[in-house]
Structures are given as C-alpha cells and as structure tokens.
C-alpha cells in the first residue's frame, strides 16, 4: 500500500519528467489529466489562506511551475516546445475577461457580504470576513488555473486535435481498470491508497459494481468515459486515414466500458451527441454546442420559472427505471430548497462554510447538494453563477458565432462537443474537474487566436533529402522534420504577415509598421 500523502507530491517530479520528454502543450495536458486520474482521492495539505493542496490543485501547479521554470535555450528549441503560445497568462478578449473579473471580484466580495452569523437553537455558523476574502480568491486562482495555461498553449487547431487524441487514448487505458473494478469491485483505491468509496451504497447498481478507480465518484467516472468516447469518436473523424484505426478501437472500447458502467445519465449524453460528431457538418456540430452553452448559462432563471420540464425528464427516467426517477425527483426537491436559499441572497451568494446550505431550527442539515450549478449559486449568487458558467461555456458561443471567419474544423468541433457533454453533466453532478477547465481554455484560446490561414494550419512537408526544395517552399533541413501531432510554433521572421484583427497592420518582421492599404 502506498501512502497517499507522499504521491501528491511527488507529482511536481512527474510534471518535470513529462516537460523534460514532451513539448510544451502535450507535457501541459498530460500533467493535468494524469494527475486527475491517478492521484488519490480525499487527502491533501490544509495550509493557512491557501486552498487545500490536493490532486485538483497540485497538477495545475506543478505545470505552472514547469511552464515558467524551464525555459528552452534557442529560437529552435523554443519552437519544438511549443513555447510561443497566446501572449499573456491573462485573456485579452474582453468579454472573457469580464467573466474572470466576476469570478475572482465576486471571491473577494462574497465573504465581506457575509459577515452576519447564522444562529440555531444551539449553536450556528460564522459569519465571514477578510481572512475568508484572500482565501477565496486564492482558491478561485488556482483553480483556473487550467483554463488560463489551456488558452495560452492549447489554442491552435493542432493542439485541439492533440487533445482529442490524449484524451481518447488515456480514456481507453483508463477503461481496463475500470472492467477489472466491474468484475471485482470498485477497490483499487483502497487497495493502493487506502483510501475507499465514501458511499459504497452508490457504488451498487443492477446487481453489478459501479466503476470509480481514483475518482470521487462513479458518475465522475461515468463523464469522465462519456467525453473520451467523444474525443476519440472526434479524433477518428477529424485524424488522417493512417492513424484512424486507432481512434476508432479507443472508441469502441470507451463505449463498451462506459455501457458496462452503470450510468445512465453520462450514457444517455454520449447516445444524443455521438451521432452529431459522426454524421453532422462542423456548422451544424458548432450549432448544436452552442444551443447547449445558451442552456446551461441561462438554466437558473429558466428552472425558476419553471420553463424547464423537470417533470417530463422524471417521467422519461421513469419509464426507464423507478429506482432511477425517485433519485432524480429526490435530487430535484433539494434543489428548489437549495435554489430558494439562493435567491434570498441573490447576487453575491451566502460564501463558504456551508452557510448556503438549509437547515431547520435545531441545525440538522436538510440538503444534499449534486448540482454544481445550485452549488454555484448558493456560494456566490448570480455573480460566481455566471463568471463561472460564462467562462465554461462561453466560448463556443462566440466560436459557433464566427465559425466562417475563425476557419473552424473538425477537431475544434469536436472539442466544442466534448466540453458541451461535460456541461450537460454539471447540472445534475457536480465534477466539475481540472479537465473541464482545460478544455474550456483550449478554446477560449481559439477565440483569440482568430481566424487561422490554411498555411499555418499543418507544418510545411519537409524533403527527406537534404537541400531538395519543395514548389514553393524553402530547402529543406535534415533535422527538421516535424513530429506527427506535434505543436509547433513558426518563427515570426519567416511567415507572410497575416491581417487578422490582431495584427491587420503589422508590417513586415523589420519592427516598421506599414501604413493601411487604401481602399
């Protein structure tokens, strides 16, 4: 048995090996979702101000460090990192950066509104203050983390189809022990780590096991297979003819795996969206992303005025399994009790601490809460409700807006599709996750990037002889040949100038600017 404590931090080595091995993107994205699915669960270092150092927090940290730690010695060197991503950790799109100002703004503000106690017959809570104020924040900085290095490293449609295809493939590795758990039990945690499931009870389904390997939860197993059947299915469809074969396997084993699982809900995504990664055009795919963004920010006022069917949807999962819609009536009664403890503190929320929370008179907790929408609201109101579904899932808003003009592909589609199967899950569950926010920074890093000219989409083929010069092209280097699936960056000096919205008037790489054409 290993003892949990030690492994998370032992992980910033990890993160260095894989910095060391990989390019900078590819090393980003392993770090991050390794850690989530490896690392154990429920342990972590509690330290003064600062959130938990735990497996969310600890990957997003460690790639941090390596990110600005090791810096690559050369323009060659850089290039083969990928180190030449967005400028700035910060988004410079401006409605992106409302959206974090509400976020960390409203982190900051929350506990200042909330410094009354809440009293019972016996006892209560603590009202908040300051110290609760830097300790928010820092808690929401490191938790988007992943969203603000995604942006700057994993913009380019290369790295949208790198991601795909990690993710398929450490999806269908991740599977095997998944069936070993199906067959044997949900106990390789505790065999481990130590470390068992918190409700074994959930964890029984249909006279079988419900997976979780090192997860919190099985429905976070279950959506965690659901948006990897995604991404393979994506990467299949948008790789070349050579390297389909393998997408397709990762594809069809998540499937299977993910049916086995016992999870409805994550199962039922993957029925609805699979067929418009495989049979829909990239517009139609970036439509049916967007109309699932719109309905995931605008949920909490639609569900308060009653304009969402919950009825419909218990009678749907009624006719599937009455074990199932008790869960999901049960489920939806706490949240009209959660959603009307919101609403009496409607912008900033009631903070931490389990101030959000119902209880009766004596202090005896009333509420579970699934939902991380509801969890959204009753913690920091409308304002972190927003600033946090905003930036999850504003993206592929303003991507399905300018697909024409940004040149949206297929991996990017496909990414756009993954992340809306993910959303869908956070208004039932709550796993929001690491991997979401990188997701939604990847693409976030699209909208900035803008409209990408078909020469920078794919690296320029390189001759397998030394000085034989491609029809059009410059000689070639020996030594420079591009790795498949590799994210490189060009040298500004060598490339066209490009009159996208962010460089409409850049001369050439001599620092002259060049006066508009006239029209």
């Known amino acids: 048995m290993i003892p949990p404590l030690p492994v998370l931090f032992v992980w910033p080595v990890v993160a260095y090996i894989l910095f060391q091995r990989f390019d900078r993107p590819r090393a980003l994205v392993l770090t991050i979702l390794l850690g989530y699915l490896f690392l154990p669960e429920h342990v972590g270092l509690n330290l003064p101000v600062l959130p938990t150092l735990e497996k969310s927090s600890i990957p997003s940290l460690a790639a941090c460090a390596m990110l600005f730690l090791l810096r690559p010695q050369g323009a060659a060197a850089r290039r083969r990192a990928g180190e030449a991503g967005l400028a700035g950790l910060v988004p410079r799109s401006r409605p992106i950066q409302v959206l974090l100002l509400m976020m960390v703004g409203g982190a900051f503000l929350t506990p200042l509104a909330n410094g009354d106690p809440i009293r019972f017959t016996a006892g209560g809570l603590p009202g908040l203050g300051m110290y609760d104020s830097f300790s928010s924040v820092m808690t929401a900085v490191i938790g988007l983390l992943p969203l603000l290095l995604a942006r700057k490293y994993l913009a380019t449609p290369e790295s949208h189809r790198m991601l795909l295809g990690i993710l398929a493939i450490a999806g269908a590795g991740y599977a095997i022990l998944a069936l070993w758990e199906i067959r044997m039990s949900p106990q390789l945690s505790a065999q481990i780590y130590g470390i068992g499931a918190r409700s074994w009870d959930q964890q029984l389904r249909a006279g079988g096991y419900r997976p979780l390997v090192f997860l919190e939860h099985g429905l976070w197993l279950g959506i965690f297979f659901a948006c990897a059947t995604l991404a393979a299915f994506a990467a299949w469809r948008a790789a070349p003819p050579e390297t389909r074969p393998r997408y397709l396997g990762a594809g069809l084993v998540l499937l299977v795996t993910l049916g086995l699982s016992k999870t409805l809900g994550a199962l039922m995504i993957v029925i609805v969206l699979l067929p418009v990664i495989l049979f829909l055009s990239v517009r ?91 969890i959204a609201m009753g913690l920091g109101g409308l304002t972190r409700y927003f600033g946090e579904f905003g930036l999850l899932a504003g993206a592929l808003l303003l991507l399905a807006l300018r697909r024409r003009s940004f040149e949206i592909d297929a991996a990017t589609a496909g990414l756009c599709l993954v992340l809306a199967a993910n959303l869908v899950d956070l208004l039932p569950n709550a796993g929001l996750t690491p991997l979401t926010w990188l997701l939604a920074g990847a693409l976030i890093g699209r909208v900035e990037l803008a409209r990408v000219q078909p020469d920078d989409a794919m690296p ?32 500004p000096a060598a490339d066209p100038p490009r009159r996208t919205r962010y460089t409409r008037f850049a001369g050439p790489a001599t620092g002259r600017a060049r006066s508009p054409r006239k029209a």
Do not use: C, H
Not at 289 to 296: D, E
Not at 461 to 490: I, K, Q
């Open 284 to 374: 139609l795919q970036m439509l049916v992303a967007a109309a699932i963004a719109a309905l995931v920010i605008f949920y909490p006022p639609l569900r308060s005025a009653d304009i969402v069917p919950v009825d419909r949807v218990v009678e749907f999962a009624r006719g599937i399994s009455a074990e199932r819609a008790g869960s999901l009536q049960f489920r939806i009664n706490n949240e009209d009790a959660l959603l009307d403890k919101a609403m009496e503190r409607p912008v900033l929320g009631w903070g931490g601490w389990g101030r959000a929370r119902v209880y009766d008179e004596d202090g005896r907790d009333l509420s579970i809460t699934d939902g991380r929408w509801v």
């Open 460 to 491: 320029a083929p390189v001759s397998l002889r030394a000085g034989r010069r491609w029809r059009g092209g410059a000689p070639a280097a020996p030594d420079a040949s591009p790795d498949p699936g590799l994210v490189t960056a060009r040298d």
